[in-house]
């Protein structure tokens, strides 16, 4: 069983949680093209590397950070999303 690190909740079944995808910059919802919406929106990077995700905990529908290698699927740490305002 592969256990995820919930901030709120601890370490729990992967199963019970959703992922949501990697944070991006939203583009200016009045400065951007259709063409650069449709692909904000429809294109996914398929890149090598650490990437940080939203995850969702489907039980308590709590939202969070996660940082994953993309390679080996390691998830090397969770955090509340309130950090990545603190990180920027």
């Known amino acids: 069983m ?4 919930c901030p709120m909740n601890g370490p729990r079944n992967i199963d ?12 200016d919802p009045n400065g951007t093209a259709d063409r650069e919406w449709s692909r904000h ?6 890149r090598k590397g650490i990437v940080v995700e939203w995850w ?5 529908n709590y939202f969070f950070l996660a940082e994953r290698d993309l390679v080996s699927n390691e ?11 603190e990180r920027a």
């Open 41 to 46: 929106l429809f294109r996914a990077e398929n």
């Open 56 to 60: 969702r905990h489907v039980p308590s």
């Open 16 to 27: 019970e949680f959703q992922s949501f995808g990697p944070v991006r910059a939203r583009p």
């Open 2 to 5: 592969k256990l995820l690190t």
């Open 75 to 85: 998830i090397i740490r969770t955090f509340d999303a309130s950090q990545l305002r």
